[in-house]
């Protein structure tokens, strides 16, 4: 019964979210713009519930010669293509709200376990076991609330499988304001070692 409720909360919390950050998106757009040449948006392919593939939308903090589907950490030098909007954006995990139409169309949750990249087979196979796939990937979640970047792949899939078996309203309430203290404090956030983007 909960996931049902659970997608009507997120669909409403998002489209919410839409209207009342707009004006903040437009400014978001802009800078980007006049910081660096390029789309204003990036997207990818991201594993979703039972393993299908879809395409994450968020705000472009790299420059457009990036090499697309790798891992931030995998680049050779990742602060040299951030760009100045990007490193604030990326900090301040401003980046992620494009992911809120991803979460409209069905694609995403506002909490649950983050998107692996495509071709992050370790991570996918890591959440099998506990049965992390089979939900819809959040905007937040438990693992990011507890290390963020910093967390090893078996230490972040398990903590995946931990908030499937407490996956509730009142653990969603939990995570979702432990991520807006994270966010605050910048906890966990470890640029050059991001397996969650390379954007």
């Known amino acids: 019964m909960y996931p049902i ?18 004006p903040l998106f437009l400014v978001i757009a802009i800078w980007i713009k006049v910081d660096s040449p390029g789309p204003i948006f990036f997207k990818q392919k991201r594993v979703g519930q039972n393993k299908e593939l879809f395409e994450i939308y968020k705000f472009r903090t790299m420059r457009s010669d990036t090499p697309s589907d790798m891992p931030t950490h995998l680049l050779g030098d990742p602060a040299a293509f951030i760009t100045n909007s990007g490193a604030f954006l990326r900090k301040t995990s401003l980046d992620e709200l ?11 949750a506002v909490i649950g376990p983050r998107p692996a990249l495509w071709n992050q087979d370790d991570l996918v196979a890591e959440r099998d076991k506990y049965k992390a796939n089979d939900i819809l990937p959040g905007l937040t979640g438990w693992a990011q609330v ?3 970047d910093e967390l090893p792949i078996p230490t ?14 009142a653990m ?28």
């Not at 605050?184 to 050059?192: A, C, L, P, R, W």
């Open 5 to 22: 409720i659970k997608r009507i909360i997120d669909f409403i919390l998002s489209l919410l979210g839409l209207i009342i950050l707009s």
């Open 98 to 108: 494009p992911q809120l139409i991803n979460i409209i169309k069905g694609q995403m």
């Open 146 to 148: 507890n290390g963020r």
């Open 156 to 169: 972040k899939a398990k903590l995946d499988g931990e908030y499937i078996e407490q996956m509730s309203f």
């Open 172 to 199: 969603d309430v939990k995570c979702f304001f432990l991520t807006i203290k994270s966010v605050i404090s910048s906890d966990g956030v470890s640029e050059g070692w991001n397996e969650d983007k390379n954007e």
